[in-house]
Nanobody, 118 residues
Framework: QVQLQESGPGLVKPSQTLSLTCTVS??????????WSWIRQPPGKGLEWMGAIAYRGSTYYSPSLKSRTSISRDTSKNQFTLQLSSVTPEDTAVYYCARGLAGNDDYWGQGTQVTVSS
């Protein structure tokens, strides 16, 4: 059973960089063909795909967030990380990490609330 767990600060000040880590257990982030995504849901809004890192390490980003987003990984720890720079209150959301294959995200973390406020 694959499990994903998000971790990171719940409160970030405007203009700072948000950094979250997803720790994966029950499966390797280098397993062929899987990709590992970050998805968020602002209050009262729908899910927004932010970006992903594939099993070989290639990264893909939402065009609307590409200039502020970086996704990396630590294969020795089986973790992948999201960094979102220059945050504003509009970046307040529940942030999820998920595993995907062929367009289907089959395992998700429970989500972590991040609030951007001074």
């Amino acid at each position: 059973q694959v499990q994903l767990q998000e971790s990171g600060p719940g409160l970030v000040k405007p203009s700072q960089t948000l950094s979250l880590t997803c720790t994966v257990s029950g499966g390797s982030i280098t397993t062929n063909y899987y990709y590992w995504s970050w998805i968020r849901q602002p209050p009262g809004k729908g899910l927004e795909w932010m970006g992903a890192i594939a099993y070989r390490g290639s990264t893909y980003y939402s065009p609307s967030l590409k200039s502020r987003t970086s996704i990396s990984r630590d294969t020795s720890k089986n973790q992948f990380t999201l960094q979102l720079s220059s945050v504003t209150p509009e970046d307040t959301a529940v942030y999820y990490c998920a595993r995907g294959l062929a367009g289907n995200d089959d395992y998700w973390g429970q989500g972590t609330q991040v609030t951007v406020s001074s």
